[in-house]
Structure formats: C-alpha cells, structure tokens
C-alpha cells in the first residue's frame, strides 16, 4: 500500500515512538500482505499521495508515524544501492514487498481504502 495506509494505521499508536516504530511495522506487514494496490506509479500519483501525507502529517501533527514508513525507506535504500533490477527482479529485503501474483486493484479501490483507513484513523483519534 501507499505511504497514506501506512500513516494512517500507525497514527493509531497515539504519537509514542516505541508504539509507533512496533504497530508500524507490524501494520506495514499486513497491509503490504492484504492489500494489492494500484501498482503503475507516475507523477500524478506521486504528487497525490505526498499532498494527502503531508497534509494528514500536518493535521494530526503525529510525526512518528513516519516509523511505520521504516521498511520502505529501508527498500528503497537497498535498492538504491543494488540498482533497479534488484526491483524488477523481485530480489527484495522484506518478503511482503515481493509480488506475489495477485490481482492489481483499481486507483479507484486504492483511493477507496486509503480514504477509509484516513477517516478511521481521525476518528480513533479524536
């Protein structure tokens, strides 16, 4: 899933670093796991997906919800050094970032979810 999914369900964990860093990569896991996103990236996704963070990081003001971003960051580390094919290859470090066949989701069903966790996440929170 999205940086967005994984901001939102780590926001749950209430601003504390160590709840944060454990529920982060524990939801990262299964989110990654159930959830079959919208794959194509471009550059209006990307732009999408850094206003809505920014904007939810902004809100809520829970910076560490970055933590539950940490398995991306540590992907994109290991594939910055190893170079794309280790990507495209599906060589990756976390097992729940391989493909594994399943069917793509809409950017329809994407957003759907995305939005859903988001509105969840304001609630839980309040």
Do not use: Q
Not at 67 to 78: K, M, T, W
Not at 101 to 111: C, D, R, Y
Request: proline fraction near 3%; hydrophobic fraction near 55%.
């Amino acid at each position: 899933m999205y940086p967005i999914a994984h901001l939102a369900v780590t926001n749950l964990a209430h601003n504390n670093p160590i709840a944060s860093l454990i529920w982060g990569n524990i939801s990262h896991w299964i989110i990654d796991e159930t959830c079959s996103e919208y794959r194509p990236m471009n550059v209006l996704m990307i732009i999408y997906e850094a206003i809505i963070a920014i904007s939810f990081l902004l809100y809520t003001k829970c910076w560490w919800c970055v933590l539950g971003l940490l398995p991306d960051v540590i992907e994109a580390g290991y594939v910055a050094i190893k170079g794309i094919e280790v990507w495209n290859s599906g060589e990756l470090l976390f097992w729940f970032h391989k493909y594994h066949g399943e069917a793509i989701w809409s950017f329809k069903k994407t957003v759907m979810v995305e939005v859903i966790l988001l509105i969840i996440a304001m609630l839980i929170r309040r």
